[in-house]
Nanobody, 121 residues
Framework: QVQLVESGGGLVQPGGSLRLPCAASGSIFSINAMGWYRQAPGKQRELVAAITRRGRTNVPDSVKGRFTISRDNAKNTVYLQMNSLKSEDTAVYYC???????????????WGQGTQVTVSS
């Protein structure tokens, strides 16, 4: 059994910052890429940032310069640092990991349950 647990969401004013950690736990053998996605009401889920096991990042232009992704491989944890938040960043943020469990010994995607981020004055 594998769990991805996000935290750190909440209400923040425009221009503010939030840091979202996501910890993977369970019978994990290896984790490949980890990332964050978001879904706003009425919109499709979109990539926010991703990071490989070796630290290579992929950050879309929509958040580049404001959002930073990092990970701690020893803790199976990925972090999303969000600065200069805007109202359009309001969404449910989901953690994603491409990981291999001891039971299956194959890689597949796992998702967290999501954490709400609301940017409003």
């Amino acid at each position: 059994q594998v769990q991805l647990v996000e935290s750190g969401g909440g209400l923040v004013q425009p221009g503010g910052s939030l840091r979202l950690p996501c910890a993977a736990s369970g019978s994990i053998f290896s984790i490949n890429a980890m990332g964050w996605y978001r879904q706003a009401p009425g919109k499709q889920r979109e990539l926010v940032a991703a990071i490989t096991r070796r630290g290579r990042t992929n950050v879309p232009d929509s958040v580049k310069g404001r959002f930073t992704i990092s990970r701690d491989n020893a803790k199976n944890t990925v972090y999303l640092q969000m600065n200069s938040l805007k109202s359009e960043d309001t969404a449910v943020y989901y953690c994603n990991a491409d990981l291999m469990t001891i039971a299956t010994m194959t890689y597949r995607d796992y998702w967290g349950q999501g954490t709400q981020v609301t940017v409003s004055s």
